[in-house]
């Protein structure tokens, strides 16, 4: 398993600033996964960060909204910038595991809240 | 991309089995099924995955219709702590990306 940490839990922020939320591992992982869950639903897919390459965004993401960082194998750190009241979600990271059976784990989320 | 179809929400006593059904007919021949599990104020959790047969673990049995068309996860005694929205996945053979359903909010009673 990956014990996954991340960094704030909570914020809240005006509109028009960006935040960077950190994700910590406690192992060397390669793949890894930012999803929004936005208020009530379901999580979305925002990018794959890999590390050494550069992050591939989901359709209806693109990198000057959600820049994603991976210097290495147990960080990554996603920004939300330019917040607007829409971008109010749950942003989780996810990694791969590594017994082979493609079982993701989860971060507990940052709850962002835009005004 | 294939998409799954789930009941809002469900309930269930304490201490019965639950069958959480998923719809997915439009799986392909190389998508895997996942079910995964949200707790409150939690990030998502692994529960079982499965492609064509039947599966058990510790935490759950996968029951995978013949066509594939569908899928079952049964809990066989449900429990206050499995109360939670399950999550029915889908994933491509090869890939790592996963396409969240809707899910269904389970709700156990004492």
């Known amino acids: 398993s990956a014990v996954i940490s991340q960094k704030p839990s909570r914020d809240i922020c005006q509109r028009g600033t960006s935040l960077t939320i950190q994700c910590q591992v406690d192992?060397?992982?390669?793949?890894m996964f930012w999803y929004r869950q936005q208020p009530g639903q379901s999580l979305t897919l925002i990018a794959t960060a890999n590390q050494g390459s550069e992050a591939t965004y989901e359709s209806g993401f693109v990198i000057d909204k959600f820049p994603i960082s991976r210097p290495n194998l147990t960080f990554s750190t996603l920004t939300v910038s330019n917040m607007s009241p829409e971008d109010s979600s749950i942003y989780l990271c996810s990694v791969v595991g590594d017994r082979g059976v493609y079982e993701q784990f989860f971060g507990p989320g940052t709850r962002l809240t835009v005004l | 991309d294939a998409k799954t179809t789930q009941p809002n929400s469900m309930e269930s006593n304490e201490e019965e089995p639950v069958h959480l059904p998923c719809n997915h007919s439009t799986i392909s021949g190389t998508d895997y099924i996942h079910w995964y599990r949200q707790l409150p104020s939690q990030g998502p959790e692994y529960v079982i995955h499965?492609?064509?047969s039947n599966v058990n673990n510790r935490m759950a049995s996968l029951a995978i219709a013949e066509d594939r068309k569908s899928s079952t996860l049964i809990l066989h005694r449900a429990t206050l702590r499995d109360a939670a929205v399950y999550y029915c996945?889908?994933?491509?053979?090869?890939?790592?990306?996963?396409?969240f359903g809707t899910g269904t909010r389970l709700k156990v009673l004492a």
């Open positions: 996945i889908l994933r491509t053979s090869g890939t790592y990306k996963y396409i």
């Open positions: 192992s060397q992982v390669t793949m």
């Open positions: 499965g492609l064509t």
